[in-house]
């Protein structure tokens, strides 16, 4: 029998092992250094000012949209192709959900309905918006900023399949995903199937001081010891639960794995973006296959490699039946049950739709053995060849 190959996998290596058994042989298992030492090292990688690593993504999309001033009647733009965390933490907060339809080409948020949703509603209907760099592919992030400023939006950019990603701006300049220079917050996963892990985490980065300190705040139950924030000082042990927050803290020992992962970050990178090369030149042949598109001034993360096929169905079944487990990114959300209750239907996003009735992801991951991708190349090619 053959393995099984799924469509990601982590790798976890002796050094990983080491850096967290050390920091359990440490006084500290939780809000020790490494957390801080991670902060810095994370904001670095990506280029952003500040970094606040969390329990895992979901907690810190919650974190940013609360600082961001979600809230009863606050009405946010999500994409309807990604994790139901990018529209959940606006429901967290009270918040409305709007959809914005994606584009054919990059299944990104399409910034062209983006801009005709926004134009055809009286200023200052919607607060802000939540693209999410799906599958690894950066938005121009520069390009919906002029949009934004334009609306009074802000954005908070999903980017938990696309750290290590990068973009060219309209004026020459390489943008890392991520620095926020643009985003108002961006947030990374480090669940074991994206590209660094730390088991369960997350990272939220920004350049915005004010956003920054309250999202630390909320991070840690709205409880401060920050001087500037006390109504009064009772002494060393006295402390202040200045507004509501929750316990969204990552470990040490987490902490001190995702150091040590991201070591290895740029390597997973550019092993990702080979496995994306070999399947392009494989499928080339077949026709009944659209690759994934890459535009100009792109550096894709591949996160996932996701193809359409005519009949997604039958190749899902072939495929399993061999023991590849490929997958379906997304289910598009607005039609998922609970969303549905607050209005959208089908026929809402109809370019989401389509994708969906066809789309695969292959299996993509630094530690895809050579063999298992030919496997998987040649397992598709019987299929979409008969
Ligand atoms: C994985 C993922 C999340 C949630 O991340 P967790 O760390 O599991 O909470 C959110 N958005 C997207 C796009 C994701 O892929």
């Known amino acids: 029998m053959r393995r099984n190959i799924p469509y990601g996998h982590q790798q976890i290596t002796e050094e990983d ?7 359990l042989k440490s006084d500290y298992l939780t809000q020790g250094p490494k ?14 000012s500040y970094a606040l690593a969390v329990d895992n993504a979901t907690s810190g999309l919650h974190l940013a949209a609360k600082a961001l001033g979600v809230k009863e009647g606050v009405k946010v733009i999500v994409t309807p192709i990604t994790f139901a965390s990018s529209a959940n933490c606006v429901k967290f907060c009270g918040g409305d959900v709007v959809f914005c339809d994606i584009d054919p080409d990059t299944y990104l ?14 200023h200052g209907t919607y607060s802000g918006i939540i693209p999410v760099d799906f599958g690894g592919y950066p938005h121009k992030m520069d390009e919906y900023r002029e949009l934004a400023d334009r609306y009074g939006l802000w954005i908070l950019e999903d980017a938990c399949h696309a750290p290590g ?36 985490g997350g990272m939220v980065t920004t350049r915005n001081e004010a956003l920054y300190k309250k999202m630390t ?32 803290r990552i470990t040490d020992f987490q902490a001190a794995l995702g ?19 070999k399947y392009n030149e494989a499928f080339a042949e077949a026709a009944s ?8 001034g792109i550096r894709h993360a591949y996160h996932l490699y996701v193809i359409q096929v005519p009949d997604r169905l039958g190749l899902y079944n072939h495929l399993r039946s061999k023991g590849i487990f490929a997958q379906i990114h997304y289910i598009p959300l607005h039609l998922q049950p609970y969303y549905r ?46």
């Open 17 to 23: 092992i080491a850096a967290v058994v050390e920091t």
């Open 109 to 122: 948020m399409d910034i062209k309905k983006l801009e005709k949703m926004l134009a055809s509603s009286p």
């Open 217 to 248: 705040l909320y991070r840690t139950h709205g409880i401060t010891k920050d001087p500037d924030l006390l109504q009064k000082n009772d002494g060393g042990w006295y402390y202040e639960m200045v507004d509501l927050g929750y316990n969204y």
């Open 35 to 48: 957390i801080g030492e991670f902060e810095k090292k994370f904001a670095a990688y990506v280029d952003a």
């Open 289 to 296: 296959i659209r690759i994934p598109f890459v535009g100009q």
């Open 341 to 386: 209750q607050f209005g959208s239907k089908e026929g809402d996003c109809p370019v989401a739709e389509s994708y969906y009735t066809h789309c695969l992801s292959l299996p993509v991951f630094p530690t895809l053995p050579e063999e298992d991708q030919d496997f998987v190349i040649e397992s598709v090619l019987e299929f979409e060849k008969k």
């Open 165 to 200: 990603a990068a973009f060219q701006a309209k004026d020459g300049s390489w943008q890392k995903t991520g620095n926020s220079r643009y985003a108002d917050a961006t947030v990374f996963s480090f669940h074991p199937v994206k590209h660094i892990t730390t088991g369960e």
């Open 259 to 277: 150091m040590s992962q991201l070591d290895r970050a740029e390597i997973g990178i550019v092993r990702r973006q080979e496995i994306a090369r």
